[in-house]
């Protein structure tokens, strides 16, 4: 089975900048789509950004310019550079991958755990 951990949520000021990582673990052959979401209390879980397995990357508008998402296939990770981050950022952040193949076949939607994120003064 395949996992996917994230790291790299926080407590950060108005202003300032973070980098999540989302890993995929075991033994894989491709990753296809990646996605980043997040969720905020009391609202519906939405899409961040997302990037393609060749690398082609797609932002929701509120943080276009602000944010950067990458992958190292090597490596089975992506990356999301937060910049400028403001209040309305707050949420807990999740990790996804459309599908994942295996050697012994692909794992399809998978998701991780969830990491925090919180901007505030």
């Known amino acids: 089975q395949v996992q996917l951990v994230e790291s790299g949520g926080g407590l950060v000021q108005p202003g300032g900048s973070l980098r999540l990582s989302c890993a995929a673990s075991g033994t894989i052959f491709k990753i296809y789509g990646m996605a980043w979401y997040r969720q905020a209390p009391g609202k519906q879980r939405e899409l961040v950004a997302n990037?393609?397995?060749?690398?082609?990357?797609n932002y929701a508008d509120s943080v276009k310019g602000r944010f950067t998402l990458s992958r190292d296939n090597a490596k089975n990770t992506v990356y999301l550079q937060m910049n400028s981050l403001k209040p309305e950022d707050t949420a807990v952040y999740y990790c996804n991958a459309d599908r994942i193949a295996m050697p012994w076949g692909s794992q399809y939607d998978l998701w991780g755990q969830g990491t925090q994120v919180t901007v505030s003064s």
């Open positions: 990037i393609t397995s060749s690398g082609t990357t």
